[in-house]
């Protein structure tokens, strides 16, 4: 069974830093790209980086390029993300997810989400 | 990276059959078959309902279906049952190994 479990996340004051981490098991993670999405309260899903299998491909959205940074550790089985220079509009549940195989371009599965509330 | 749009709402009898919209732009939906769909449980994780426009994952009921027309895409939901009451995202893929979601829709099940 396929589980993604996030942590990391916290109330930190604007111009703060975090860094979020994704436990990937039930898959062999070397063979999926992964992915960062998040929900701020009451709003909709937003997609926010990927990264390739071998990590030396990284992808970000315009809102967070150049303060967001995707990591993974294929020996660990773990996804990271740190987010440096934290706005109150980063405020959201950030959720990990297993991209598609290559071929294709979708989330299979995703974790519960971890919360960041970005407040002075 | 403008996020589709999608109806705020839409709501049905049981048995009755909703279709949700979501609409992007030749960049996104039109310009790839590559348009998915999640539904979302209050405080719950995303699960994915469908992909690549219309193939169902395992275990996704057949009375889920999903179609696509120029810059439009839709999911369609028939013979609507009290569990289906839940919120649903569509997303694209929009080139260069970056994505695109809807605002959402919050189906109601009367």
């Known amino acids: 069974e396929v589980q993604l479990l996030e942590s990391g996340g916290g109330l930190v004051q604007p111009g703060g830093s975090l860094r979020l981490s994704c436990a990937a098991s039930?898959?062999?993670?070397?063979?999926?790209?992964m992915s960062w999405a998040r929900q701020a309260p009451g709003e909709g899903l937003e997609w926010v980086s990927s990264?390739?299998?071998?990590?030396?491909?990284?992808y970000y959205a315009d809102s967070v390029q150049g303060r967001f940074t995707i990591f993974r550790d294929n020996s660990k089985n773990t996804l990271d993300l740190q987010i440096n220079s934290l706005r109150v509009e980063d405020t959201a549940v950030y959720y990990c997810?297993?991209?598609?195989?290559?071929?294709?371009?979708?989330?299979?599965?995703w974790g519960q989400g971890t919360l960041v509330t970005v407040s002075s | 990276q403008s996020a589709l749009t999608q109806p705020r709402s839409v709501s049905g009898s049981p048995g009755q059959s909703v279709t949700i919209s979501c609409t992007g732009t030749s960049s996104d939906v039109g310009g790839y078959n590559y348009v998915s769909w999640y539904q979302q449980y209050p405080g719950k994780a995303p699960k994915l309902m469908i992909y690549?426009?219309?193939k169902r994952p395992s275990g996704v009921p057949e009375r889920l279906s999903g179609s696509k027309s120029g810059n439009m895409a839709s999911l369609t939901i028939s013979g609507l049952q009290a569990e289906d009451e839940a919120d649903y995202y569509c997303c694209s893929y929009a080139g260069t190994y970056t994505w695109v979601f809807g605002g959402g829709t919050k189906l109601t099940v009367l």
């Open positions: 997810a297993q991209r598609s195989v290559s071929g294709s371009f979708y989330f299979n599965f």
């Open positions: 990264i390739s299998t071998d990590g030396l491909r990284t």
């Open positions: 690549d426009v219309t």
């Open positions: 039930g898959f062999t993670f070397r063979s999926f790209a």
